[in-house]
Structures are given as C-alpha cells and as structure tokens.
C-alpha cells in the first residue's frame, strides 16, 4: 500500500482556529491557512517515541524552520476513539506543536463493542 494510499485510510485532518491540520502516519504533518496559500511542513515522521507504550505517541521534526526559530516539528498522542480525528493542537513552544488524535487502532479489546450480527 503506498503511502499516500494509507495516508487517505489513517491520516487525520482537522480546521483548527485560522488553519486546517493533517497528519499522515510515517509521511508528514502540515498545517494549511484556511484562508489560503500553500501548506507548511510541520514535519516528517520520525517515528513512535511513547515512553510508557511506544505506540502512543508519535514524532514528526524537521519541518519548515521558524522565522528567527527553530524548525518546526509535531508530537501526536494518540488515544482509544471509535475513528480517526483530532481532538486538540496547540503550540506550547514557538514552532513546536502537539496533537491529540483518536484512533480505533489505540482501543484494547475491552474498549471495543462487538456486534456477531452481520
């Protein structure tokens, strides 16, 4: 499955205040002005960085550098949710954002309803 492909079955995107957010697992995260232009990359995935269960979080860097700042990147934590979406963005230090994402994927089996009908 490319890429691309799976970005458009897993990925996530929300309009958030004045821009619109995506995030695509192992592409890149970038944020959009609604009232238009161009995206910019808020990074690229680097990889799943949870500290107690490593498939919490994961890590997106080198993204556009910030005007006089660093480069951008993004920290998704993705928790149990029925689909894909996100909850929250903020940006607590210049430049660098973080992201709650609800996926099915993050669900153990007891926080899944199971239908036998088909």
């Not at 680097?46 to 919490?56: A, C, M, R, V």
């Not at 689909?83 to 996926?103: F, G, L, N, W």
């Amino acid at each position: 499955m490319s890429k691309l492909v799976f970005c458009r079955y897993y990925g996530a995107f929300i309009a958030f205040n004045r821009y619109t957010y995506t995030v695509c697992p192992f592409g890149k995260a970038t944020q959009t002005k609604k009232s238009g232009g161009g995206d910019t990359n808020l990074g690229n995935f680097k990889g799943f960085t949870g500290k107690k269960d490593k498939y919490s979080e994961m890590k997106f860097e080198g993204g556009l550098k910030c005007w006089n700042g660093p480069q951008r990147s993004m920290t998704v934590t993705l928790i149990c949710g029925g689909e894909v979406a996100v909850k929250d963005v903020k940006e607590p230090s210049m430049c660098e954002y973080t992201m709650t994402m609800t996926t099915p994927a993050r669900c153990s089996l007891d926080q899944i309803e199971i239908h036998d009908e088909l």
